[in-house]
């Protein structure tokens, strides 16, 4: 299957900074990526749709100023997940869409962020 | 709303059994079908991916799609204890992938 890099794959942080990931398809160009996050034993939750060269699309609950994504290339998209509080303490995970014959959603190894 | 319904379990097996998990969804115009495996603190892996009726098979692995029924399933055959994950449901209908919650399948030695 297509390689998706996640970056990194574990931050601790204190409350109040910034943490940005980023997401790499290594060997596909990804004009769709989407970012979701976890929690334990919980489900996926789509947060936002990032397309190449345009603003994001955010799930509603989901604020756009606090989950700032950048979707700058054809291979990477970034989620800064701006002052940082412990309620944002989640597994989050990055996923993009790929299209040879078909079309498939490969995943991100996953970013587990902690806000102290 | 386009909604993928799963039951969440668990899901309990003896080692070498089948393993069936089911999963139906709302949308009638979901074109694309997808099982993947989420290990507890990683990612989910996609394993197997179906578009059209029928059965298809890769290793231990068979998924079933009935389109008419909105209906389709994952079997896995000599269950294994690596097996042990959460299998999560996903269809692909107006350019959107939409998941089920998953289904927590333990399989015991």
């Known amino acids: 299957g297509a390689v998706v890099s996640q970056h990194p794959s574990r931050v601790i942080c204190k409350s109040g900074t910034s943490v940005k990931i980023e997401c790499r398809s290594l060997?596909?160009?990804?004009?769709?990526m989407f970012w979701y996050r976890q929690f334990p034993k919980q489900s996926l939750m789509l947060m936002a749709t990032s397309n190449e060269g345009s603003k994001a699309t955010y799930e509603q609950g989901v604020e756009k100023d606090k989950f700032l994504i950048n979707h700058a290339s054809l291979t990477l998209s970034t989620l800064t997940v701006t002052s940082a509080h412990p309620e944002d303490s989640s597994f989050y995970i990055c996923?993009?869409?790929?299209?040879?014959?078909?079309?498939?959603?490969?995943f991100g190894s996953g970013t587990q962020l902690s806000v102290l | 709303q386009k909604e993928v319904e799963q039951n969440s379990g668990p899901l309990s097996v003896p080692e070498g059994a089948i393993a069936s998990l089911n999963c139906t969804y709302s949308d009638r115009g979901s074109q694309s079908f997808f099982w993947y495996r989420q290990y507890s603190g990683k990612s989910p892996e996609l394993i197997m991916s179906i578009y059209s009726n029928g059965d298809k098979e890769d290793g231990r692995f068979t998924a079933q799609l009935n389109k008419a029924s909105q209906y389709v399933s994952l079997l896995i055959r000599d269950s294994q204890p690596s097996d042990s994950a959460t299998y999560l449901c996903a269809v692909n209908a107006g350019n959107q992938f939409y998941f089920g919650t998953g289904t927590s399948l333990t399989v015991i030695p």
């Open positions: 060997d596909f160009q990804a004009t769709t």
């Open positions: 996923s993009a869409r790929w299209w040879g014959l078909d079309e498939k959603l490969f």
